[in-house]
């Protein structure tokens, strides 16, 4: 069973008013969809449609089970404490988190509403896997109503160094939540030791290594249930929870595959013919939110501009900005602050022929997104914090020519595994400058050297072979073994 805020399925409604629902496409459904439907798995899920009671309905050999969410709820619990409280606290306060008593509260009955619905659908013994920041409470609320199942939990979003986290007003009970998980899965290794401190902070359990030590009380009358209980050095009965990375990925196959076709590779051309041919095709693709550096980018660029290191002649910036919560204020100012910069660099350096940048604020099909990659010749990620940042390995894994530059943030977690980028500090608008000049000049055997050491990387690790590393490890967990494995090829220093 998956548990997430979002079903993964779309309304579409046809000519006639008819409502029918349809696929959405993501790396996660397709890296899980074999599993669940050989095992008959369910997803439980919010369908995306305020105020509707729907019945379970399967789609794609799939049963959904929709959990209902009214218009206030979705403003509370969704824009507010995951958008707005969370989601900021997370990504190293980069905007100043609100805290609401209102919304958490909202939250508290939501997460109660997705257990329940999970413990009522869950078979006896499943395995059952919840995903993300929305639904941190779920794994002990779960534990409480169905002691038999196996639970995973999966924060696809950074986990705060401590002093950042204890802002946080209801920081106890996240905690709590999450520790009602049998393992409990992060981007890096900075994020697991993040929680693991939280643990041991708030809570004063021991920690050994990716095990934490959750005490069981003696009089709890379903200590015998629990699974892992083992006494610990200091003779207490503990239940463990392994908390460690799980680096995700993307399916580099299916990149690999349409980057190959011969259509989509006239595309790219017919871009590169469209932007006047220059001799370097820069390329940013971001949902147009605060902690992806999108402004920073933007300084730097216009900042070679203004001091004629590049010529709009034979540079172009390509930044795709996918609309993004639209509806919380800091995004809204995000926008206007983003396209004010790009309107004055336009203004200042564009010509009838050359347009600096080429700022689309569209959603666009994977196709177009695929030819955009094999047609940049520098992709640009610079985010401020970012849990992985799937972009970065989906232009690897298009480059099926070996070509390109990519240009990445140490603050993204993909920054531990693909180490051949060009690795740049968001913060340090100077060495941001150099690397994307150093980028622009690259010579072609470097370019190639590194793409294919990336490339073998995003290609061995894919979406797939995470999916099966969290499952085994939630599966061993149900024989009663937590092994704990690190990933191979990955950087066990934390910084
Ligand atoms: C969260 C974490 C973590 C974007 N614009 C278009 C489009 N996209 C696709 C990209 C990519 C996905 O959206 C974005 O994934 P990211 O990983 O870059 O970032 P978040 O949305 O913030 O995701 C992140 C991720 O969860 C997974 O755990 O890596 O750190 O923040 O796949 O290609 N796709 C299409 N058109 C667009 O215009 N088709």
Redesign the pocket.
Known sequence: MIVSNRLPVDRVIDDDGNTTWRPSPG?LVAALEPMMKAEDGVWVGWPGVAGEEMEPFEIGGIDLIPVELSEQEVQEYYEGFSNDTLWPLYHDVIAPPSYHREWWEAYVVVNKRFADAAAKAAAPGAVVWVHDYQLQLVPKLLREARPDLVIGFFN??PFPPYGIYSQLPWRRQIVEGLLGADVLGF?RLADAGNFSRAARRLKGYDTRGSIIEVPIETDDPEAGSHRHVTTNRRGALVRTVLARQFP?S?DAQMYQEMASRPEIQERARQIRHDLGDPQTIMLG???L?Y?KGIGHRLKAYGELLAERRIDPADVVLVQ?A?PSRERVETYRQLRDEIELTVGRINGDYSSISHTAINYLH?????EE?VALYLAADVMLVTALR??????AK?YVASRVDNDGVLLLSEF??ASDELRQAILINPHDIEGLKEAMLQAAIMPKAERSRRMRALRKRVLTYDVARWSKSFLDALVNTAHGDHRDEKPAGYRTRER
Request: hydrophobic share 35%.
């Open positions: 790396g696809h979003i981007q995700i993307i693709v971001d949902r939110d902690t795709v996918s569209h959603g666009y099909p994977r997104m970012d849990g992985m940042n799937l972009v989906e993204a977690g």
